[in-house]
């Protein structure tokens, strides 16, 4: 998916886990971060599409990013 696609389905704050490093079937025990998009997706350097998510100071990649589902009102009360 590229940043306008991932744009046109998710808003900033859609709840993410990122892995900043590699993801979880390359390196099972690096850190995963369980959060929320806090930018838009752009292209960065012409060619890899990232996102910025709350709690990480640099973006992730979109091929890092796992979009969840919204919490249920049940889940938030």
Not at 20 to 28: I, S, T
Not at 42 to 52: A, S
């Amino acid at each position: 998916m590229n940043a306008e696609q991932f744009n046109a389905l998710h808003p900033v704050g859609t709840p993410v886990i990122a892995y900043p490093a590699c993801r979880p079937e390359d390196c099972p025990n690096d850190k995963r971060l369980v959060t929320r998009t806090r930018s838009k997706a752009e292209v960065l350097g012409g060619h890899t599409d990232v996102v910025w998510v709350d709690g990480h100071d640099s973006c992730i990649a979109l091929t890092h990013i796992d979009v969840q589902p919204a919490p249920t009102a049940e889940e938030i009360a």
